[in-house]
């Protein structure tokens, strides 16, 4: 039998099922497949917070989400076309976001009265009609599998369990997916355990034929390569690319680099990837709670090191006074926060935007912290870099703010030539004939000296304390802390002067409309204005990596717009402090769920603000 090819130019798959029917790395191998391919795509995981939730239950159910397309795309879907539910809890979790006319497929060995009940489900949503606006595709996957592996010296549990790779290998077909890397990934993941590797192999391939030979599909799919720039590409989460980020600068500054860290969803990736790496020099220390782990970031930095300490929302509540010593002592700490819901534990594996105000201003004192913000999962590679330089140049702690869809999500990156990484020179404090003065300032940037422990002649007192300009020596004198307070102040304010302007994408010069955003929320806005674009009408967009200091000509560019929309996945942060600063009434949408904004309900709050 000949199947027809479909060509497509995008298409939205989640797979969704319990926590334990392996969604996360079924979706990672559909996503790394896809990424060799040569596809532009965008990943949203989304996952249980507890490491096993109660079997066939709501709260226990873990999507994975993948857009791919033959073009440049920004996030990873509104709507998903395609949803794989492997039990009723799965389907009832997700068919809400299914568009009319998608594909469901569905695996019936699962649909037992008694699961039904769990979710409540008076009668079977796949006999009774509820399910008739979508191209249904009913498959007894389970059972599928276990007969496909039925010559393998296996369990019959864990011939089940290898359903995720039936369906895997039936939407690699469907899509028209390379297989081999999967089949490479399994021989090694599985290679202590033979007839287990052989069993997930046999039944990856297996899906893949019943999709070549079943009547139940009569179309199968393509969708082109993308046309990216000429280079080197992998795909690459936000967490890993933070990590790498990380190391280059330790490579591109000479310096040993040493994370401190505490594990803590959805930030412990960076250091599972970080201890893995020791032959760059890289230290990892898992420490025994969150202050114990910034403390010894700190005393890296005092040594020597790129000291850097990674959390979340309530690991930086914890490490806030250890970050004040950072800005009393004027040291280089870089400090990552990936931002989860909170307050308190909140929902761990979802995501949020509400550390801003405590990232700037939850220190005691006078305490001002650079803050930067990753804006793509890739873009936590430079943004890791950036912090390193202005940590290590104005010798004071650094704040970045990732978040946990940015953690968590991947997209293609272009590998970038080292040679055009910039170079960060820790310049460190020199023995000289004249007195060591520690806090004797840099003219151009209000850096005090950097001098290594042990080197003859650089002797000084450091720590919590207050310490006079420039001899460093403990100082309780009134117009002395004042003057501190200033330098220290106006170091930070300096580093304005040390990176770019805010640039603005107005493509026509003719809106009166600005979308302004900052960190995880990019790709949703420019995708929202590439729509509005794209139906006639005019905005212009424009979104913030530095937080403090704020660009120098940020007041300028608010200005310059009749009307300023700020979408934050909290309840106006930044659009607070924008008020309170330039005293522009910006207008805040504000959406706190867990979950990254979708681009439709961007471009109607957008088109509501033109046409009022």
């Known amino acids: 039998m000949t199947k027809q090819v479909r060509q497509l130019d995008r298409v939205i798959i989640r797979f969704a099922g319990d926590s334990g029917d392996g969604m996360q790395l079924t979706g990672d191998r559909f996503t790394q497949e896809t990424a060799a391919f040569g596809n532009d795509l965008s990943t949203l995981p989304n996952f249980p917070a507890e490491i096993r939730a109660p079997a066939g239950t709501l709260p226990g159910v873990s999507s994975f989400q993948l857009h791919f397309a033959d073009h440049d795309i920004l996030t990873p879907g509104d709507a998903p076309n395609v949803l794989v539910a492997m039990n009723p809890a799965a389907l009832k979790a997700n068919v809400g976001d299914l568009p009319r006319g998608a594909d469901l497929i569905v695996n019936t060995d699962e649909f037992s009265k008694r699961a039904l009940a769990k979710v409540g489900y008076a009668a079977n949503p796949l006999e009774d009609g509820s399910l008739d606006e979508f191209?249904?595709?009913?498959?007894?996957?389970?059972s599928m599998t276990v007969k496909a592996l039925e010559d393998f010296d296996i369990s019959k549990k864990d011939a089940e369990r290898a359903k995720n790779m039936f369906a895997l290998g039936l939407l690699s077909w469907l899509y028209h997916r390379p297989t081999e890397a999967t089949v490479r990934f399994l021989e090694v993941k599985f290679a202590k355990k033979p007839e287990i590797m052989k069993a997930n192999i046999?039944?990856?391939q297996a899906g893949w034929s019943y999709g070549e030979t079943t009547e139940s599909f009569s179309v199968s799919y393509e969708v082109k390569p993308a046309t990216l720039p000429p280079g080197l590409y992998r795909n690459i989460s936000g967490n890993m690319a933070l990590a790498y980020g990380l190391i280059?600068?330790?490579v591109r500054s000479g310096l040993p680099l040493f994370l401190g860290s505490y594990p803590i969803t959805p930030a412990s990736d960076i250091l599972h990837e970080l201890s893995k790496h020791k032959r760059f020099g890289v230290r990892t220390f898992q420490a025994e709670d969150e202050i114990?782990?910034?403390?010894?970031?700190?005393?890296?930095?005092?040594?020597?090191?790129?000291?850097?300490?990674?959390t979340s929302g309530p690991g930086i509540s914890l490490k806030s006074e250890t970050v004040g010593l950072g800005v009393a002592t004027e040291l280089p700490l870089i400090v990552i926060d990936v931002q989860r819901a909170g307050p308190s534990t909140g929902m761990p594996t979802k995501?949020?935007?509400?550390?801003?105000?405590?990232?700037?201003?939850?220190?005691n004192g006078e305490a001002p912290v650079p803050v930067v913000a990753p804006s793509t999962p890739s873009d936590c590679f430079a943004a890791a870099i950036e912090a390193a330089r202005i940590a290590v140049k104005y010798r004071t702690p650094v704040i970045v703010l990732s978040d946990g869809y940015l953690a968590n999500g991947s997209e293609p990156w272009q590998v970038p030539d080292v040679d055009s990484l910039p170079e960060i020179e820790p310049a460190f404090a020199q023995a000289s004939e004249e007195e060591f003065q520690p806090f004797k300032r840099d003219p151009d940037t209000l850096a005090r000296p950097w001098a290594v422990p042990g080197t003859p002649g650089l002797e000084h007192r450091i720590g919590g304390i207050e310490k006079a300009d420039g001899s460093g020596n403990i100082s309780y004198d009134p117009n002395n802390h004042d003057l501190m307070v200033r330098l220290r102040q106006a170091k930070i304010d300096g580093i304005a002067r040390d990176i770019a302007p805010l640039a603005v994408d107005d493509p026509s010069g003719d809106a009166r409309v600005l979308a302004l955003g900052w960190g995880g929320t990019y790709g949703a806005i420019t995708a929202a204005v590439r729509r509005i674009r794209n139906s006639g009408e005019q905005v212009a967009q424009a979104h913030l990596r530095h937080l403090n200091p704020f660009p120098a000509n940020l007041e300028e560019v608010l200005r310059s717009y009749d009307k300023v929309v700020v979408p934050e996945i909290n309840l106006g942060q930044l659009a607070l402090i924008l008020r309170g600063r330039y005293l522009v009434d910006v207008i805040g949408y504000n959406r706190v769920r867990g979950l990254p904004f979708k681009a439709e309900e961007l471009a109607d709050v957008i088109r509501d603000v033109i046409n009022s």
Do not use: I, K, N, W
């Open 135 to 142: 191209r249904v595709h009913s498959l007894p996957l389970t």
């Open 202 to 204: 046999a039944a990856f």
């Open 248 to 250: 280059a600068a330790s």
């Open 292 to 310: 114990a782990a910034v403390g010894a970031a700190l005393g890296a930095s005092f040594g020597g090191a790129l000291g850097v300490t990674t």
């Open 351 to 363: 995501t949020e935007q509400a550390d801003l105000l405590q990232a700037l201003y939850g220190r």
